[in-house]
C-alpha cells in the first residue's frame, strides 16, 4: 500500500534550472496538494487542485506552476530555481476538498537551490 | 486570515507521562481542525480530525478537544512512550474551509 509516492527525495539544482517534482498517489483521492515546509514556519500551501483537470494557488504560488495529469498525478514545476526555493517539498492528496477527511502526505522531496 | 501557533515548540518528559500540547487559532470559524505527527525525515501522519461541530476526538492514548470559541485546540497524550518522540503540528482549515492552515509544530521528546 504505497499511498503518496514522490520523487525524486532528494535534489540538489543551481539557480536558474528547472525541474519537476512527481508526486502520485493511489488511494483514488479527488484532491491533491503541494506544500513547502520551511524551519520554524509550518507547512504553507503552494497549489492544490480540488479535482481532476482544475488547480487553484494557495498561499505562495510565485515561482511556482502545477500540472493535474490525471486522478492520481500531481506535478510541481520550478521554471526557474532560486535559492529562496530551498525547502522540503511535500504533496498530499485527500478524498475530497471539503477537509471532512484526513489528508495522506507523501514523505517528501528535499530540495537544495545553490 | 488564519494564523495557527504552537506552545511550546519543544517539549521533554519522562517515560509515562501524562502530557498536553497546546494550538491556538486567530479565527474561530473554522471548518475543523486536524492534528498530525511528523517523525524526522518523513511526511505527516494524520492522527485526528475534529468537526466544528464536535468537542473533542479520541483515538487510542490520543484525545484532542476543540474550544472554537476560545479559538484552541489540545492533544492529550497519555502514558507518553519513546515511540511518541516526534514533531506534533495542529492545522486548522481557512476561512473557507477549503484548506489548511498549519502551525509550526512541537517538538516532543519523551526519555526513557
Known amino acids: 500500500n504505497a499511498g503518496v509516492t514522490q520523487t525524486p527525495k532528494f535534489q540538489v539544482l543551481k539557480t536558474g534550472q528547472s525541474m519537476t517534482l512527481q508526486c502520485a498517489q493511489d488511494?483514488?483521492?479527488?484532491?491533491m496538494y503541494w506544500y513547502r515546509q520551511d524551519p520554524g514556519m509550518g507547512l504553507r500551501l503552494i497549489y492544490y487542485s480540488a479535482s481532476e483537470g482544475t488547480t487553484d494557488k494557495g498561499e505562495v504560488p510565485n515561482g511556482y506552476n502545477v500540472s493535474r495529469l490525471n486522478k492520481r498525478e500531481f506535478s510541481l514545476r520550478l521554471e526557474s530555481a532560486a535559492p529562496s526555493q530551498t525547502s522540503v517539498y511535500f504533496c498530499?492528496?485527500?478524498?475530497?476538498?471539503?477537509?471532512?477527511?484526513?489528508?495522506?502526505f507523501g514523505d517528501g522531496t528535499r530540495l537544495s537551490i545553490l | 486570515k488564519q494564523e495557527v501557533t504552537q506552545i511550546p515548540a519543544a517539549l521533554s518528559v519522562p517515560e509515562g507521562e501524562n502530557l498536553v500540547l497546546n494550538c491556538s487559532f486567530t479565527d474561530s470559524a473554522i471548518y475543523n481542525l486536524q492534528w498530525f505527527r511528523q517523525d524526522p525525515g518523513k511526511g505527516l501522519t494524520s492522527l485526528l480530525l475534529?468537526?466544528?461541530?464536535?468537542r473533542e476526538q479520541t483515538s487510542g492514548r490520543l484525545n484532542a478537544s476543540l474550544d472554537k470559541s476560545s479559538g484552541r485546540s489540545t492533544l492529550y497524550i497519555a502514558a507518553s512512550q519513546p515511540g511518541d518522540s516526534a514533531t506534533y503540528l495542529c492545522a486548522a482549515t481557512d476561512n473557507y474551509g477549503q484548506n489548511f492552515v498549519f502551525g509550526p509544530g512541537t517538538r516532543l521528546s519523551v526519555l526513557p
Open positions: 475534529i468537526q466544528s461541530s464536535q
Open positions: 488511494m483514488n483521492h479527488n484532491s
Open positions: 498530499a492528496s485527500s478524498g475530497t476538498l471539503v477537509l471532512d477527511q484526513p489528508q495522506h
